[in-house]
């Protein structure tokens, strides 16, 4: 069965459920693709999530979450010194805002041990990871991670890599670019969203955006702009689409995950690269319009007409 990894941190989500309310769950930007494209892959497709959580209750509830939602758990480590982390959504206008608790995360040290990270690479056929996966590592964890992935790389698998930024959680603006451009150097497929690009490298276009990934060896490049086109360049062959009207977004969390999701759900089952940009950018307006990072696809979803 084919096996696609999703690397990175988990956390405890707060989202608003009403005034001054909010709901517990699960969620981070590399497991919410993991948990969309379990739900749209055909059940011949194994979906696996690696991260490192702690050993108390909330890391178990956070664990048997990941197996409810028929995301394999064995790549998994555990670490008793740690515990997992949490984040706040406050939305205005649609827009999200977050404050995070992260400082004893267990998923900081998920690339402590090159032997334990190799052996999970090591099983999986399509691997994805973030540039937020990196932000949270140490330098020196960035780098073996990355050396991991290109090992993996070598050997036949399929590097995914969202760059999804937050200039927060990196040392300065020159780590930034330097953790995501090393990120991308290990990817065959890069997933950028453009004004993150325009605001870290001063890119003019997505066109630039896809091109400086190229150069440095990502086969295909799609480059997301919001409620704007989509460019997806695939060695430099463009294709555009343009995503759904949505009237008034709800919450905009997971908008970039759940596009991810729905794209390599349908890239990697053989459909026409137009067809999985347009099925992932329909997925993407359903889910801003909801609250909260999980949103149920719905049972029609995988099978709605894909029309460029």
Known sequence: MPHLLSIGEC????APAGADTFRMGFAGDTFNTAWYARRLLPPDWRVGYCTRVGTDAISDRMVQFIDDAGIENADIARDPDRTVGLYMIQTEDGERHFSYWR????ARRLAEDPGWLAGRLGRADVL???GITLAILPPEGRARLCAALAEARATGKRVVFDTNMRPRLWEDADALCQGIMAGAGVADIVLPSLDEEVAAFGDTDARAVADRYHRVGAGLVVVKN????ILASDNGARTRVRPPDVARPVDTTAAGDSFDGGFLAAHLTGAPLAAALTRAAALAARVVQAPGALVDPGSDFATEEDTP
């Open 103 to 106: 400082g004893e995360s267990a």
């Open 226 to 229: 919001g409620g704007g086109e």
């Open 11 to 14: 956390m405890v989500e707060l």
């Open 128 to 130: 994805f990871f973030s």
